[in-house]
């Protein structure tokens, strides 16, 4: 299918609790906080900024325009095309001098990025992990139930993939995809889902995204089609969970991204599900027995407004850590 967005066009994503961030990060660079004059305390140059989600790059702007461009930022994405959006966005708002590294990488290899480029340590780190929306609206690979498209819901390069979407429907036993539905969707009628599903792969492959829903919306009771979310909301994310192996790259990510943490430095992670954001507090109890400071004893949720600006930030919550 062709992709239908401009490589020009302005991103249509918008950063989830974009000020929290950039106030949690930044705090140690932060000059005299009554005049909020910046600059960098006790460093001898320019922090380090890695970005392992870049989408639309809007954290990154933000945190490069705090801090006057006196920023060095290395950012990855799977999706090349944030990569070169980004490369026009972030243009010129780093100082002569400062560098800008942009990588179509998953955060996981965050340690084979950084030592390619003669990186030793970072200061701040952001792994957002909320879905992109420039990926959902425009990317053609089924990520999206309201979309008839082929289901694929592979990030980035496909070949770099060992099953899509379509090969776990038409190809797993039941018990598997049922396994699948419930663990990485938490969805509480999974067995019913995965029932139907082989019931209709019998007579035909299952190709498409609409073909999906129709079959989850017969496997499920009348009150639960007409609940606030979709009912194929849960099947859909367990299935890109699955295709992506993304508990697996977080739970690997967050470990290289701590290691390659400067001291005192921060690493600060949005989660969009539980399951997700278990992973993240139980990494940082684990970094705060050895002298870590979590600086998020709750996490942050987004404020009324910017749910009611931005519905997808309904489940944002972010947690920070400092390194000792």
Known sequence: MQNDFNNEDKSIHESVLLQEVVRLLLSPFWGDGASHQRRIQGHGSSPWYLDGTLGGAGHAKAIAKALEGNLNVIALDQDVQAIDRARTTLAGKLNEGNRLILECENFRSLDKVLEKHGITGVDMILLDLGFS??????????????????????????????????????????????????????????????????????????????????????????????????????????????????????????????????????MAVISFHSLEDRIVKDFYKEKQKTGAKILTKKPIIASDQERAENPRSRSAKLRVIEKP
């Open 133 to 266: 929306s420039d990926e959902l609206e425009y990317s053609g690979k089924g990520f999206s139930f309201q979309k008839d498209e082929p289901l694929l819901m592979t990030m980035g390069d496909p070949s770099r993939h060992m099953f899509t979407a379509r090969d776990i429907v038409n190809r797993w036993l039941e018990e598997d995809i049922a396994n699948v539905i419930y663990g990485y969707g938490e969805e509480r009628f999974a067995r019913r889902i995965a029932h139907s599903i082989l019931n209709y792969r019998a007579k035909k492959q299952i190709d498409t995204t609409l073909e999906l829903v129709e079959i989850i919306k017969t496997s499920v009771p009348a009150f639960y089609k007409k609940g606030k979310t979709n009912p194929a909301t849960k099947t859909f994310q367990a299935l890109r969970i699955a295709v992506n192996d993304e508990l697996g790259a977080l739970k690997e990510g967050i470990n290289k991204g701590y290691e390659y943490l400067n001291t005192g430095g921060r």
